[in-house]
């Protein structure tokens, strides 16, 4: 199907998937251009292949960010968060903070400890399993969700060594599992102009079946609502699941809005003012449609709001992600409720829409 579909076809596309039909690359561009009130169709078609997929049930993880340093070399144009090392705002945390930090979430009771890094120069693949030890080492058994393909391509060559003997050499340090960020829009011609310095898409794919061949989970991300097109993201998609055909390892897929505030991006006019709530619900809705083999779709709180996400949770999504505590990344770029989500409002908005709460580990089993 190309372009705007009619009612019928729109009508015969929804029951068909809802039926197994996988659906092209196509066919989801023509749903995320949908302008109407269809989109709600496809909302409600996502919604009942969530519930016959993964049941009632809406989970979250307890987790906390611990941030390492905003210093980054590859200053993406779409981010508000990293610096260069000559910004009065550039900070790197020493090891008594980290190890504070990681005190205070054992204190927490979390499960999941997410470290958070720009891609800091000066950092090899010792530096960073330096810092995942002194994780393990003051809370042992906690899950360890860190590290982008696009941060282990850098402490390979700066280390001198494959992308493959940096994962295990992570792993042996305590790795828990992968971050799956970095992938922005698996497009290089979008990549060329939102993020000039990262990884490629084949480079990320790479990493990311490298790092699942050695037993590695990771979670998939996606940054939407920038410069790319509608096909642009739907390609994206098609990456992800093309991957996961042919690994299994990704737990769940993270869509995170563009947030444009601070950003070079939207300051020099070249994307928009962020995504849009139409962007968002459609984006969720038609990735639970088209992933067929990812069975989690994660809404971003920090970035939605609160409100916001309640009704991602009725369009396909059913993950609330994490209780995170702080989150300097999207603060930094405008998102004002980036904080921490107590488990009891997540219960609130869980069971004000007929579903129930659920603690999850990191790799989604139920707690
Ligand atoms: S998105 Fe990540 S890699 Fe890019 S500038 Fe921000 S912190 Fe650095």
Same mark, same amino acid.
């Given at each position: ?9 729109? #009508? ?23 302008? /109407? ?18 049941? /009632? ?6 987790? =906390?960010?611990?941030? @390492? ?6 200053l ?25 930090g990681? *005190?205070?979430? #054992?204190? *927490? ?9 720009? @891609? ?22 906690? /899950? %360890?969700?860190?590290?982008s ?5 850098h ?11 940096? %994962? ?7 790795l828990?599992?992968? =971050? ?17 310095? #990262? ?5 990320w794919?790479?990493? %990311? *079946? ?5 037993? +590695? ?13 509608e096909?642009? *993201? ?79 949770? +009725?369009?396909?999504?059913? /993950?609330l ?23 009891a ?7 004000? %829409?007929?579903? #129930? ?11």
């Amino acid at each position: 199907m190309n372009g705007d579909p009619n009612n019928t076809q729109l #009508k015969t596309l929804l029951s068909d998937t809802l039926e197994g039909h996988r659906m092209t690359v196509d066919e989801a561009t023509s749903l995320l251009k949908l302008n /109407d009130r269809r989109i709600f169709d496809v909302c409600d078609a996502a919604d009942e292949l969530r519930e016959r997929k993964v049941g /009632d049930t809406v989970t979250y993880v307890r987790n =906390q960010n611990v941030h @390492v340093t905003n210093i980054c070399k590859n200053l993406c144009r779409f981010c508000a968060f990293g610096r260069p090392d000559s910004s009065p705002q550039a900070y790197l945390r020493s090891e008594e903070q980290i190890r504070e930090g990681i *005190r205070l979430a #054992k204190e *927490r009771n979390v499960t999941e400890i997410c470290l958070l890094s720009g @891609v800091n120069p000066d950092f090899d693949a010792r530096r960073y399993a330096q810092i995942i030890g002194w994780v393990h080492d003051e809370f042992p058994g906690v /899950d %360890i969700h860190t590290m982008s393909p696009d941060e282990i391509r850098h402490c390979a060559d700066k280390s001198g060594i494959s992308t493959k003997e940096v %994962i295990q050499m992570m792993i042996d340090a305590g790795l828990g599992t992968l =971050q799956g960020t970095g992938a922005e829009i698996l497009v290089d011609e979008v990549r060329d102009v939102i993020c000039p310095v #990262k990884v490629k898409t084949a480079e990320w794919s790479r990493i %990311i *079946r490298e790092a699942h061949s050695l037993g +590695l989970k990771s979670t998939s991300t996606i940054m939407y609502g920038s410069v790319e097109s509608e096909r642009d *993201r739907a390609e994206h998609l098609n990456v992800l699941r093309g991957i996961q055909d042919e690994t299994h390892g990704f737990t769940e897929l993270v869509p995170l809005p563009y947030l444009h505030t601070n950003t070079e991006l939207y300051e020099k006019g070249l994307a928009p003012a962020g995504a849009t709530g139409r962007n968002d619900l459609l984006f969720c809705a038609v990735s639970r449609l088209f992933l067929d083999n990812i069975d989690n779709i994660q809404v971003s709180w920090g970035k939605l709001g609160k409100k916001f996400s309640q009704m991602l949770l +009725l369009s396909g999504a059913n /993950d609330l992600g994490g209780t995170m505590f702080t989150d300097e990344v999207t603060q930094d770029a405008g998102g004002n409720e980036a904080d921490y989500l107590s488990p009891a409002e997540m219960e609130r908005l869980t069971v004000d %829409i007929g579903r #129930k709460l659920r603690q999850r580990t990191t790799d989604y089993r139920l707690l």
